[in-house]
C-alpha cells in the first residue's frame, strides 16, 4: 500500500538526527502525523509529498490572513529591502501602537516584545510592581508561557490537582524551580465564588489576576454569564490587576479581542500570534499608569529584536486588513466557523456520536464527550482522546489539517466553497463511523 506520508517520514527520521526531537516544537509532534510542508497559499497547505489540505491550524492561530496574503508579501517584501533591525527607534514603531491603541479597548499605551511568554512576563511583572503586593491568580487549564514563573497547572492529570475546592499548582515541566509556584495561586476556571473567597482572605496579597477570555488552550470554553464582569468588579474592589491574556483571541474573535466582544475592559492585556500574521511579535497593552513604569526605568525589560521593522511591517499590514469595514473580515470567519460549529454538533447526534464544539467560531475546539456542557479544565479531562486522534487522523486523510488537541482555527481568506468541503469531509468521517467513539478508551487531554 502507498503510503501518502513517505517523504514526511524520510525527513523526520533525518531531522532527529540533528535537531532536538527532530521538530522545532515538541507539540508538532502530538500530530497524527509529522508533516513536513513545501508550499502554502491562502487557506491550502501543501506538504512535500505533493498532498494539499485545507488548513485550519494555520500556524497555530497567527495566519489570520490565511497563507502569503498579497497584502502581507507586499509589505513584508518592501520591509525586507530595507534595514532588517534598527535596534532604534523607527516609524512603524508608532504607527502600530496607534493602530493597536485604536482598536483594542484597554491599550492606552503597548510595548512590544517578540513571543507571548515574554509579553505575560512583563504583565506579571507590571501587576507586580504596581500594586507592591506578590501573588497573580490564574486558572487551570490556561496556558501563560512555558517560562517557569508561569507554567503551572497548564495540563495537569487530575490526580494531581487536588479537589476542585482546594486546588494544587501543578509544575508544568521537569527542570522547573520548585519554588515556581510560589508567587501563583491556582483556581478552577469560571468559578467566580472562589475567586471572591479567595479575595476576601488575601486581597491586599493578590498583585493580579489572569485569564484567556476564552480558555482557548484547553478547549475553547467559554466563560459563564457574569465571569469576567465578576473579576472585574472583585479585582477593582481590591485594586488588583486584572489581566488578559489575549495572545490567541487578540485580533482573532474581533479586531479588539475578547474584551471587545465581552464588553469587559482589562487592566492590561497581552496580545500575540495574529497581530503580526505570521511573524513574531508579541505585544502588551493597557493603562498608561501601568504601562509607564517601564519609561521610568522601574520595570525592566527589554530585546534587541522588540519592534524590529519587519514584523511591525506584518503587523500594520495584517490590522489594518482585518479593522475595515468595521471588521467585517472577521466577523465572516466567525460566521463560517459557527457553520462548522453547528454541522458536527448535529452530524454527531445523527451518526450516534458523542461529539461536540465549543467556543466563539473563529477559534473553536471538537470534543467527544458525553457532558452536554464543558465550562472547565476538570470537565475537559472526560473527553476521548482516542476518538479525538482517529477524527483527526480520518480528517488529515481526507485533506483537512487541524490542531491536534482538536482546535480549528479560521481565517478571513476560508471561503464559502473550502467551509462546503470541509463540511463534507466532516459527515464523510462521521457517516461512515471511523469515529466509533463508544468503543475506544478515555484518556488525558495532551499538550497543544
Not at 163 to 189: I, M
Not at 337 to 343: A, N, S, V
Not at 420 to 437: N, Y
Request: proline share 4%.
Amino acid at each position: 500500500m502507498r503510503d501518502p506520508w513517505k517523504r514526511s517520514r524520510e525527513y523526520l527520521e533525518r531531522s532527529q538526527n540533528s535537531l532536538a526531537g527532530g521538530v522545532s516544537s515538541p507539540f508538532r509532534r502530538s500530530l497524527p502525523v509529522t508533516l513536513f510542508f513545501q508550499d502554502a497559499n491562502g487557506p491550502t497547505l501543501e506538504d512535500v509529498d505533493g498532498n494539499r489540505y485545507l488548513d485550519y491550524a494555520l500556524a497555530w492561530g497567527p495566519l489570520i490572513l490565511g497563507h502569503k496574503h498579497p497584502v502581507m508579501v507586499e509589505a513584508v517584501r518592501k520591509a525586507a529591502e530595507r534595514p532588517h533591525n534598527y535596534g532604534a527607534q523607527h516609524e512603524l514603531e508608532f504607527e502600530v501602537a496607534e493602530l493597536i491603541c485604536n482598536l483594542v479597548p484597554c491599550a492606552e499605551r503597548v510595548a512590544f516584545t517578540s513571543s507571548g511568554s515574554e509579553a505575560v512576563q512583563i504583565a506579571m511583572r507590571l501587576a507586580r510592581a504596581f500594586t507592591g503586593r506578590n501573588l497573580i491568580v490564574k486558572f487551570e487549564g490556561h496556558y501563560h508561557g512555558w517560562m517557569d514563573s508561569a507554567l503551572v497547572s497548564y495540563h495537569p492529570r487530575l490526580e494531581d490537582m487536588g479537589s476542585a475546592e482546594k486546588p494544587k499548582a501543578v509544575l508544568g515541566s521537569r527542570g522547573q524551580l520548585r519554588d515556581a509556584a510560589e508567587g501563583l495561586v491556582v483556581l478552577p476556571w469560571n468559578d467566580l465564588d472562589a475567586v471572591a473567597k479567595l479575595f476576601a482572605e488575601r486581597g491586599n496579597e493578590i498583585a493580579g489576576v489572569i485569564t484567556e477570555p476564552i480558555l482557548c488552550n484547553s478547549g475553547c470554553l467559554m466563560p459563564i454569564d457574569g465571569f469576567l464582569p465578576g473579576l472585574r468588579r472583585i479585582t477593582s474592589k481590591y485594586k488588583s490587576v486584572l489581566i488578559f491574556d489575549e495572545i490567541i483571541t487578540g485580533f482573532r474573535v474581533a479586531p479588539g479581542g475578547g474584551q471587545a466582544i465581552f464588553g469587559v475592559t482589562p487592566d492590561l492585556a497581552t496580545l500575540g500570534k495574529a497581530v503580526a500574521g505570521g511573524l513574531p511579535l508579541s505585544v502588551v497593552a493597557g493603562r498608561k499608569d501601568i504601562l509607564d513604569l517601564i519609561i521610568d526605568g522601574e520595570v525592566v525589560f527589554g530585546g534587541t529584536f522588540n519592534g524590529n521593522p519587519l514584523s511591525l511591517a506584518g503587523a500594520k499590514a495584517t490590522l489594518t486588513e482585518i479593522s475595515r469595514d468595521d471588521g467585517q473580515a472577521l466577523k465572516d470567519a466567525a460566521t463560517h466557523g459557527k457553520e462548522l460549529m453547528r454541522f458536527i454538533d448535529t452530524a454527531g447526534q445523527s451518526a450516534g456520536v458523542e461529539v461536540r464544539t465549543t467556543g466563539h467560531g473563529a477559534a473553536f475546539s471538537v470534543h467527544f464527550t458525553g457532558h452536554s456542557r464543558l465550562d472547565n479544565y476538570r470537565e475537559v479531562l472526560g473527553d476521548n482522546r482516542s476518538a479525538l486522534r482517529a477524527w483527526l487522523r480520518a480528517c488529515l486523510e481526507e485533506g483537512i489539517y487541524l490542531l491536534p488537541d482538536g482546535r480549528v482555527y479560521l481565517s478571513v481568506v476560508h471561503s464559502a466553497s473550502d467551509i462546503g468541503r470541509t463540511l463534507e469531509v466532516f459527515k464523510k468521517v462521521l457517516d461512515t463511523q471511523k469515529i466509533a467513539s463508544e468503543s475506544i478508551g478515555r484518556g488525558n487531554i495532551d499538550p497543544c
